[in-house]
């Protein structure tokens, strides 16, 4: 079963910190990653997507991947407590690359 | 443009009921996807369509049917309702470019009693 790891948290960042969301999976020939947010009640929503080992940067998200260690991390700077959510990592999988396989998320929750 | 349209946001069943939940997209995608997703379990696949005539199964297709005979449309059939399909509902779409995620809809909350 080819699987995507993440904790579930909740991560707990005051107002202002960096949150740092991790995500490790197991099949090797995964190219693409995509973190979602998804607010309670709502569906997700895509937020960054990398394919190159390194970091990739958008406003205050940083997306962060190390194929060689099998993990994407998702930096969140200035953390706000409308950041609060829970994180979904997703990774192609399939040798199509026609699907995604989620994470169970990450909750982060960022008090004022 | 309205992106993915799901419908209806919130449908109680009875077991042994029949349902077809909606999808449709108006951004031409040939992918389409249906996700189910329960408390703490995260997003599962049921199945899924890289164009229209063509349709697979994906990680928990059982109990589930579905139809791909337009590229807008991608129906989910449920056939006798069990209280295991009981969950949140997600169809998603996305262009045939590998690095582009998806579009979600709003979801389809289902319960079944």
């Known amino acids: 079963q080819k699987e995507v790891e993440q904790n579930s948290g909740p991560l707990s960042v005051p107002e202002g910190a960096i949150a740092s969301l991790n995500c490790t999976y197991s099949d090797r020939g995964s190219q693409s990653f995509f973190w979602y947010r998804q607010y309670s009640g709502k569906s997700p929503e895509l937020i960054m997507f990398i394919y190159s080992n390194g970091d990739k940067e958008d406003g205050r998200f940083t997306a962060q991947l190390n194929k060689a260690s099998q993990y994407v991390s998702l930096l969140i700077r200035d953390s706000q407590p409308s950041d609060s959510a829970t994180y979904l990592c997703?990774?192609?999988?399939?040798?199509?690359?026609?699907?995604?396989?989620f994470g169970k998320g990450t909750m982060l929750l960022v008090s004022p | 443009n309205a992106g993915v349209t799901q419908t209806p946001k919130f449908r109680i069943l009875k077991i042994g009921q029949s349902m077809t939940l909606q999808c449709a997209q108006d951004m031409n995608h040939n992918y389409m996807y249906w996700y189910r997703q329960d408390p703490g379990m995260g997003l599962k696949l049921i199945y899924y369509?890289?164009?229209?005539?063509?349709?697979d199964k994906g990680e928990v297709p059982n109990g589930y049917n579905v139809s791909r005979s337009t590229t807008e449309d991608f129906p989910l059939r449920l056939e006798l309702a069990a209280p295991s399909q009981t969950s949140v509902y997600f169809c998603?779409?996305?262009?045939?470019?590998?690095?582009?995620?998806?579009?979600f809809g709003s979801g389809t909350r289902l319960t079944v009693v």
């Open positions: 369509s890289v164009g229209a005539g063509i349709t």
């Open positions: 997703a990774v192609n999988i399939d040798s199509g690359y026609s699907t995604l396989t």
């Open positions: 998603a779409s996305r262009t045939g470019q590998q690095n582009y995620g998806y579009t």
